[in-house]
């Protein structure tokens, strides 16, 4: 992960960190929707929407084409059989649930800081949308050490050791499901250097993103996160027992992603999109909240080494189908998604020639 993305994802000042637990009400300046909307610049999920985003056992024997399908169709998939034990997502789980239930003064001791992309804050997404997010977050990237020990002057190592293990196995797992997807797109180990000499994406990058969405006196008018794409080749994502996620299916609209133990949901992100010259598309994703529970996710943002181009992989093009996107390191990726947000994707792509006949 880069160490700096850009100053421009820091929120405005009046984006507030807000004591969740003082409101009875939704305040306006979280109302997404006004009371007795009809709620259609902003549609509700349906739970009643009967496509369910695909499973993928990552064992199958078919697990290639599954993926591959699944990233063509949907931009995201859930994998089982991943080999990550539990525990370690019942760790995490308690790292971040400990976290934000610090009070909030102690939490802003950790808060991000002007030129870093690390520590406790509003969605980075927030000064993009008048209206305030239901949530808050905690960027890492590497070692947490310096603002654990702000959080947690005591027993800081523990808390630290919890994140090493996790982002290991994330590591490990990513690794593998990039070859998964590689694979589905026809793509071999001779093809992509930066995977390194042993083929293990070791330098790869990664930040982790803990959220917490707390439980809402008003959640239909309320957002836990805007809708956006992720600025990733892909994100492996863990959720607690609380629902909420939502993905954009064209043709279907909102559905959810319920949490299932032992689910991982893998959201394609704009990296990927162009990495596949288009073929997998990044997808458009929101969280809703609750009423009554709180919601947790651990969200693994996995990207290229900081000096790796990424552009449609030359297996994928030729005279019929030529490149769509412009090569882009992951910074200046997150520097003009940080300027421009979801007009990101489409200012790195190239405009079709004209067919001008002389
Ligand atoms: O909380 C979730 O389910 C999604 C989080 C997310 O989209 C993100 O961190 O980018
Ligand atoms: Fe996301």
């Not at 637990?21 to 999920?45: C, G, K, M, V």
Request: aromatic fraction near 10%.
């Amino acid at each position: 992960m880069p160490s700096k993305l850009s100053e421009d994802f820091q929120a405005p000042v009046h984006l507030k960190h807000q004591d969740f637990t003082s409101l009875q009400e939704l305040p306006d300046s979280f109302a997404w929707t006004q009371r007795n909307d009809d709620d259609s610049h902003y549609p509700s999920i349906g739970d009643s929407i009967s496509e369910h985003v695909p499973v993928i056992d990552l064992f199958d024997p078919n697990a290639l084409q599954l993926i591959g399908r699944a990233c063509k169709t949907w931009g995201v998939f859930q994998v089982t059989n991943h080999g990550v034990p539990s525990t370690l997502f019942d760790n995490m789980e308690y790292i971040t649930k400990t976290l934000f239930s610090l009070p909030v003064q102690q939490k802003l001791k950790a808060s991000r800081s002007p030129d870093s992309v690390t520590g406790y804050g509003v969605a980075r997404i927030s000064s993009f949308f008048p209206k305030q997010m239901w949530s808050e977050g905690f960027t890492i990237v590497g070692s947490p050490v310096e603002h654990f020990r702000e959080l947690w002057p005591d027993d800081y190592s523990k808390y630290c050791d919890g994140i090493k293990e996790y982002e290991e196995e994330m590591k490990k797992l990513a690794g593998r499901i990039m070859w998964l997807t590689l694979g589905s797109l026809g793509v071999t180990k001779e093809d992509i250097k930066w995977a390194g000499p042993k083929g293990d994406f070791q330098d790869s990058s990664a930040a982790l993103q803990l959220n917490h969405y707390p439980a809402c006196p008003d959640p239909d008018r309320a957002m836990g996160l805007a809708p956006h794409t992720d600025s990733t080749l892909f994100t492996i994502l863990y959720q607690n027992n609380t629902s909420g996620l939502q993905v954009m299916k064209e043709g279907a609209g909102w559905v959810t992603v319920p949490p299932v133990p032992g689910r991982l949901v893998i959201n394609v992100g704009d990296l990927l999109h162009i990495l596949s010259n288009g073929l997998y598309r990044s997808v458009l994703h929101r969280v809703k909240v609750n009423r009554s529970r709180q919601r947790i996710s651990v969200a693994y943002l996995y990207g290229p080494p900081s000096n790796v181009k990424i552009a449609p992989l030359s297996k994928l093009v030729g005279p019929s189908e030529p490149p769509l996107y412009r090569s882009v390191t992951w910074n200046e990726y997150l520097g003009t998604k940080a300027k421009h947000f979801n007009k990101a994707l489409s200012s790195f792509r190239i405009c079709a020639p004209l067919n001008v006949t002389v």
